[in-house]
Antibody, heavy 124, light 111 residues
Framework: QVQLQASGPGLVKPSETLSLTCTVSGVPITNFYWGWIRQPPGKGLEWIAYIYYSESTNYNPSLKSRVTISVDTSKNQISLNLSSVTAADTAVYYC??????????????????WGQGILVSVSS | QSVLTQPPSVSGAPGQRVTISCTGSSSNIGATYDVHWYQQLPGTAPQLLIYGNNIRPSGVPDRFSGSKSGTSASLAITGLQAEDEADYYCQSYDTSLSGSVFGGGTKVTVL
């Protein structure tokens, strides 16, 4: 059974970098594409990025200038860095496996399963 | 403003049928990309409910069904139950974004 667990600081100061890790169990991360999605409190879902272990990546254009996603195959982890954060980046951040067709960093499939999510607040 | 448009809320009595629409454009649903649906119970992560427009993952009751036509998709819940109270989101791929897009979500209330 595939399980995902996101971890990282729950509070980040404005202008600093948000760093999260998603630890995957039950399957090698090299077998699939993986994604990050976020959800501001009381609002809807926003796709952030995809990554494949070969470091094929794709970012949401609205966040591309501030986002970096990477993998550590030795630890079976996916990481997310979001720089220059503001209060607008306060959200629950989810990692998820991508199922379906992916090619060259673009994925046309669905997210399944999702990790439990981690609330990150941006405040001084 | 979400790329895919959903009604903010729908409601129905137990046993009734409700539908949730998801309206896109020629750069996503209308470009023949699949639509997927998620159920998010209060305080939990979204869970895949329907994928590939109308396919239920193992364990999802057959009360849930999906369809797609043109630039829109729909999720139907028949025989509404109290446990179906949740937020529901549609998702597809968008060529303009070159990535995934979600609807704004629909809150289902069981009266």
């Amino acid at each position: 059974q595939v399980q995902l667990q996101a971890s990282g600081p729950g509070l980040v100061k404005p202008s600093e970098t948000l760093s999260l890790t998603c630890t995957v169990s039950g399957v090698p991360i090299t077998n699939f594409y993986w994604g990050w999605i976020r959800q501001p409190p009381g609002k809807g879902l926003e796709w952030i990025a995809y990554i494949y272990y070969s470091e094929s990546t794709n970012y949401n254009p609205s966040l591309k200038s501030r986002v970096t996603i990477s993998v550590d195959t030795s630890k079976n982890q996916i990481s997310l860095n979001l720089s220059s954060v503001t209060a607008a980046d306060t959200a629950v951040y989810y990692c998820a496996r991508v199922l379906g067709y992916c090619s060259g960093g673009s994925c046309y499939g669905r997210f399944d399963p999702w990790g439990q999510g981690i609330l990150v607040s941006v405040s001084s | 403003q979400s790329v895919l448009t959903q009604p903010p809320s729908v409601s129905g009595a137990p046993g009734q049928r409700v539908t949730i629409s998801c309206t896109g454009s020629s750069s996503n649903i209308g470009a023949t990309y699949d639509v997927h649906w998620y159920q998010q119970l209060p305080g939990t992560a979204p869970q895949l409910l329907i994928y590939g427009n109308n396919i239920r993952p193992s364990g999802v009751p057959d009360r849930f069904s999906g369809s797609k036509s043109g630039t829109s998709a729909s999720l139907a819940i028949t025989g509404l139950q109290a446990e179906d109270e949740a937020d529901y989101y549609c998702q597809s791929y968008d060529t303009s974004l070159s990535g995934s897009v979600f609807g704004g979500g629909t809150k289902v209330t069981v009266l």
